[in-house]
């Protein structure tokens, strides 16, 4: 079965997060740009190079789940 990437439910997100692992991906609010979201709801945007090296540009809208 082939599946298009714009059918994601979010099932494998919310699995790396349930995991302890972070997510990277894009958002419209942020045209062009990459997000890592943490498990505790922290994002980020960053820049990842050709060797794979991740830089935080800067911090976004982190809100605490309480």
Not at 25 to 37: L, S
Not at 39 to 49: A, F, N, S
């Amino acid at each position: 079965m082939k599946v298009s990437a714009h059918c994601d439910d979010g099932l494998a997100a919310r699995a790396h997060l349930a995991a302890g692992r972070a997510i990277y991906y894009g958002d419209p609010q942020y045209p062009g740009q990459i997000v890592k979201e943490y498990p505790d709801g922290r994002r980020q945007l960053v820049h990842i190079d050709e060797d794979s090296v991740v830089t935080v540009i800067k911090e976004i809208d982190f809100e605490k789940s309480l």
